[in-house]
């Protein structure tokens, strides 16, 4: 099964370069199957990480940023896969 997780944080005003940096340099307890690191408007970071696991397996999980990088406690979401399309 291929389990992936969601990492969603937003930074304090002005502060998405330091975020997405800061999130780029975190190391996990793993080398997941892929990882992707993405930043949107409003400086917010997403960083998904897939894993060859069960569902409720207990796989490394980026930490928390210092709370004057973020406006609020980071967002967690766990996801299994149901397959892939390709165009």
């Given at each position: 099964?291929?389990?992936?997780?969601?990492?969603e944080?937003?930074?304090t005003?002005?502060?998405g370069a330091e975020?997405?940096?800061?999130?780029?340099?975190?190391?996990?307890?793993?080398?997941?199957?892929?990882?992707?690191?993405f930043?949107?408007?409003?400086?917010?970071?997403?960083?998904?990480?897939?894993?060859?696991?069960?569902?409720?397996?207990?796989?490394?999980?980026l930490?928390?940023?210092?709370?004057?990088?973020?406006?609020?406690?980071?967002?967690?979401?766990?996801?299994?896969s149901?397959?892939?399309q390709?165009r």
């Amino acid at each position: 099964m291929t389990v992936t997780l969601m990492w969603e944080a937003r930074a304090t005003p002005g502060r998405g370069a330091e975020l997405l940096a800061w999130a780029r340099a975190q190391t996990l307890d793993g080398v997941p199957l892929r990882r992707e690191t993405f930043a949107a408007p409003g400086d917010r970071v997403l960083v998904l990480t897939w894993w060859d696991a069960p569902y409720d397996a207990d796989l490394p999980e980026l930490p928390e940023p210092g709370s004057d990088l973020v406006t609020r406690q980071v967002h967690r979401w766990r996801f299994a896969s149901h397959g892939t399309q390709d165009r």
